[in-house]
């Protein structure tokens, strides 16, 4: 694999509890080729929205190393993460994460405010448009369903054309036919900006969807089925 978009070499995550030390994550090693489609999945615990959360440095790793476009993030401090993930990554959460004083528009356009686009606006209204909402921009959070807050989310993660989508669960609050419309619109994403995918899921039918499966148990990679079957 030529220039990985993502790069782990033996990633590892402790952290104190109040049993003292905890390994999360250890000797993750891996590689991700740009425009691939990656389902992490794992039994509850096995560590898999703990390995999303350290390739997109909103969780530091504490061994090893972590490069994400040629960027070693496991060198960055707080604010150069941030500014990293501004530029270059969008990250999808379960429980959406939307800002509740916020109407649907200013949640899409705030990262492209933060980043200093004028026609910040604009295009988040072409993208709550391109995730079927361009109807309800002007409503909150509370006035939408957990669907439509979703897509929200969804539209918020890729206003700013990321090389890379990271998504926690993203179907895990919603029943089956808007977590299959989720799902649906997380590929054209994909295929529209040619992002990056990777998603952490319990559901076989999303994994299913993806280019590669790779399986985590007890915090360690226990396969990896594309890599298996070549």
């Known amino acids: ?3 990985p978009v993502l790069s782990l070499k033996n990633a590892a995550l402790s952290l104190d509890g109040n049993a003292g030390r905890v390994d999360i994550l250890h000797g993750i090693t891996l590689d991700i ?3 691939e489609t990656v389902g992490l999945v794992g039994p509850s615990g096995s560590g898999k929205s703990s390995l999303l959360m350290i390739m997109g440095g909103l969780e ?5 190393s972590i490069h994400a476009l040629g960027q070693d993030l496991t060198g960055m401090n707080e604010d150069a993460l941030a500014r990293f993930r501004r530029g270059h990554m969008g990250v999808v959460f379960q429980s959406f994460h ?5 109407t649907a528009l200013e949640n899409v356009a705030t990262p492209l405010e933060l980043a200093g686009a004028r026609d910040a606006f604009e295009r988040a209204e072409a993208e709550l448009e391109a995730v079927g909402l361009g109807h309800r921009a002007g409503h909150y959070p509370s006035q939408m369903s957990g669907g439509e ?8 993660a890729s206003v700013t054309r990321p090389e890379i989508l990271l998504a926690d669960e993203p ?3 919603l029943d089956g036919a808007n977590g299959s419309a ?12 040619g992002a990056t995918l990777v998603l952490v899921t319990h559901a076989p039918e999303l994994a299913a969807r993806c280019d590669r499966v790779i399986r985590l148990a007890d915090g360690a990679l ?6 298996a079957a070549e």
């Open 171 to 173: 179907t895990g609050n």
């Open 98 to 102: 939307l800002i509740p004083t916020m």
């Open 1 to 3: 694999m030529s220039d």
């Open 222 to 227: 226990e396969t990896d089925i594309k890599a």
């Open 182 to 193: 989720i799902m649906d619109l997380l590929f054209d994403l994909r295929d529209r900006h």
């Open 149 to 156: 807050q979703q897509r929200v989310a969804l539209a918020r």
């Open 33 to 35: 080729a740009r425009g």
């Open 60 to 64: 530091r790793a504490t061994g090893g």
